[in-house]
């Protein structure tokens, strides 16, 4: 049997999400916790918080354009204009900084965690799990792994 993955939606994983993302938290509790950001999804990010994200997991402009399924000449477009992600650019957004903040509770290491993101890992078939997390099926392996290892079963 899979060890809980109650772990993975407490309240510090959404503290981690909101300062990966760079929201004050007044802005974050507006919404509640219990919300899971959908309010704050609905409405779009404003593109700093991918830019946020962008430094976190040290990636260049053209992987967070296609992060995001943008062009580099779209992202830097809105990035100009002050313009807010779309719903689902601020959802993929959302669930790349979920996947880094529980990465982080489990290595405890915000340098580690972003490092293992972007590494093929062997509980996850060589994959990358900052590749995998594009896809929700993917997101939910990585979240799998992330658990087996919180309580550390070898993967």
Same mark, same amino acid.
């Given at each position: 049997?899979?060890?809980?993955?109650?772990?993975?939606?407490?309240?510090?994983?959404?503290? /981690?999400? @909101?300062?990966?993302?760079?929201?004050?938290? #007044?802005?974050?509790?507006? $919404?509640?916790? $219990? +919300?899971?950001?959908?309010?704050?999804?609905?409405?779009?990010?404003?593109?700093?918080?991918?830019? %946020?994200? &962008? $430094? #976190?997991? =040290?990636? +260049?402009? =053209?992987?967070?354009?296609? +992060?995001?399924?943008?062009?580099?000449?779209?992202?830097?477009?809105? &990035?100009?204009?002050?313009? %807010?992600? *779309?719903?689902?650019?601020?959802? @993929?957004?959302? %669930? =790349?900084?979920? @996947?880094? #903040?529980?990465?982080?509770?489990?290595?405890?290491?915000? /340098?580690? $965690?972003?490092?293992?993101?972007? &590494?093929?890992?062997?509980?996850?078939?060589? %994959?990358?799990?900052?590749?995998?997390?594009?896809?929700? #099926?993917? +997101?939910?392996?990585?979240?799998?792994?992330?658990?087996?290892?919180?309580?550390?079963?070898? *993967?």
């Amino acid at each position: 049997m899979a060890p809980t993955t109650e772990f993975l939606k407490g309240e510090d994983i959404a503290r /981690k999400v @909101i300062t990966i993302l760079g929201f004050g938290t #007044a802005r974050a509790q507006k $919404a509640g916790y $219990a +919300t899971r950001f959908d309010q704050l999804i609905r409405e779009g990010f404003p593109v700093k918080a991918g830019d %946020r994200l &962008k $430094a #976190a997991l =040290n990636l +260049t402009d =053209n992987q967070l354009a296609d +992060t995001l399924g943008l062009s580099p000449k779209t992202l830097q477009r809105k &990035k100009k204009a002050h313009e %807010r992600l *779309s719903r689902i650019e601020s959802d @993929i957004l959302f %669930r =790349n900084a979920r @996947i880094l #903040a529980i990465a982080i509770e489990v290595f405890e290491d915000e /340098k580690r $965690a972003a490092e293992w993101m972007r &590494k093929p890992q062997f509980g996850l078939g060589e %994959r990358i799990p900052f590749e995998m997390i594009q896809t929700e #099926a993917g +997101t939910r392996e990585v979240e799998d792994l992330l658990g087996r290892m919180e309580y550390g079963i070898y *993967s």
